[in-house]
């Protein structure tokens, strides 16, 4: 199975503030790397899929970069609504799997 | 725009079954996989299987296997995952997502609201 390692596992930002978020896969998946967000009580959301294309309707200060093992998750200015756990995912091979999820928090 | 709606939530015992259905509000119910991914309380996001509305083909996690059942119906586009032998660890909101492809991408868009399931004595 394809492991999916995420960090930090949480970090506190302040409103406007670039974060970066990391996901790191146990081998290459090309570009197949999806990033959800979820709120507390809520479903998970997708804001990013294929490693770099926006959802549509997600903001466009959520970004996303990487192929094989390295990915990243971009928000270039951070907002009140943006409190959540993001979490990556792996859609190359069967079992899917997710990382542990990062928890964002506004200072 | 497709919706997911799951039913409602359930307490069971330990050694009981539980069977959650996710209910598809269009017709593209057919054209996508729907997979199974539960989450405890604190805790992550854990795929457990799929199933494909067309075929009936299924997929299950190996941590899961002979224990997970998913199913579809698909005159009335619902998918059902069915769990067995449960036990307290199993305690979690179970959510159905469709596992939608193009591009060479596949993802897990929409996702239904989540079904909370006990297990306690």
């Known amino acids: 199975d394809i492991q999916m390692t995420q960090s930090p596992s949480s970090l506190s930002a302040s409103v406007g503030d670039r974060v970066t978020i990391t996901c790191r896969a146990s081998q290459s998946i090309t570009r197949n790397l999806n990033w959800y967000q979820q709120k507390p009580g809520k479903a998970p959301k997708l804001l990013i899929y294929a490693a770099s294309s926006l959802q549509s309707g997600v903001p466009s200060r959520f970004s996303g970069s990487g192929s094989g093992t390295d990915f990243t998750l971009i928000i270039s200015r951070l907002q009140p609504e943006d409190s959540a756990t993001y979490y990556c995912?792996?859609?190359?091979?069967?079992?899917?799997?997710f990382g542990q999820g990062t928890k964002v928090e506004i200072k | 725009q497709l919706q997911l709606v799951q039913s409602g939530a359930e307490v069971k015992k330990p050694g009981a079954s539980v069977k959650v259905s996710c209910k598809a509000s269009a017709d593209t119910f057919s054209s996508y996989d729907v997979n199974w991914v539960r989450q405890a309380t604190g805790q992550g996001l854990e795929w457990m299987g799929w199933?494909?509305?067309?075929?009936?083909?299924?997929g299950y996690a190996r941590k899961f296997q002979g224990r997970v059942s998913i199913t579809r119906n698909t005159s009335i586009s619902t998918a059902y995952m069915e769990l067995s032998s449960l036990r307290s660890d199993d305690t979690a909101v179970y959510y159905c997502a469709r596992d939608y492809y193009d591009s060479g991408s596949y993802r897990f868009d929409p996702w239904g609201q989540g079904t909370l399931v006990t297990v306690s004595s």
């Open positions: 199933v494909n509305p067309k075929t009936g083909n299924t």
């Open positions: 995912q792996q859609s190359f091979s069967s079992p899917w799997t």
